[in-house]
């Protein structure tokens, strides 16, 4: 997460795309073109800002131009960087759906109350969202499929998600 806890992280840098300084952009948008419409763009620190003006889906991503980034090095020295916007520029989200930057670090436990430990990260390989949990002496990190009937309940003002685990899932 941004050190500025009103930043998300809307996407990401996966390197230069050609040699006039564009970037290729992994968008963590659900409309992946999205990306562009929130106005500038900041890195994790917020030492850098960009204004993102998209060219062409390519392999992996979104072809874009950044302000300010004129060449290949440019784009290189970029890899891997977050881009953040503030918080107040993205939409208000339905009852049901979070922004996964809101989740991470909230407590999981068992719909008896035990604790399973601390949401680590969020995953997605193409199937649905799987939730990584960590900690509470755990050797592996447990993998939870974020789906109604396996997490019934998440409570952001008590910072806590319950989660219903499917047989063989402990």
């Known amino acids: 997460m941004a050190a500025d806890s ?11 795309f050609g040699v006039g300084g564009e970037v290729r952009l992994k968008s963590f948008c659900a409309e992946p073109t ?3 419409d929130y106005g500038p763009v900041f890195t ?17 991503g979104l072809g874009a ?3 300010g ?3 290949k090095e440019e784009a290189d020295a970029l890899r891997g960087a977050g881009l953040y916007v503030d918080r107040t520029r993205l939409p208000k989200l339905p009852a049901d759906e979070f922004y996964h930057a809101d ?3 909230l407590e999981v436990r068992d719909t ?3 604790l399973l430990g601390l949401l680590h990260a969020i995953h997605n390989h193409g199937a649905g969202d799987i939730l990584e949990v960590t900690g509470n002496g755990r050797k592996v990190a447990l993998m939870i499929p974020f789906t109604r009937a396996a997490v ?4 952001l003002a008590a910072r806590r998600i319950i989660a219903d685990l499917p047989e063989g899932l402990d």
């Open 44 to 60: 994790e620190d917020g030492s850098r800002s960009f204004k993102i003006t998209l060219s062409r889906p390519v392999a992996g």
């Open 152 to 155: 019934p309940t998440v409570d």
């Open 112 to 114: 008896g109350g035990a």
């Open 6 to 16: 009103d930043r998300i992280c809307i996407g990401s840098i996966a390197g230069a």
């Open 65 to 67: 131009r950044l302000s």
């Open 103 to 105: 989740l991470i670090g």
């Open 69 to 71: 980034v004129k060449t």
């Open 34 to 36: 999205a990306i562009a």
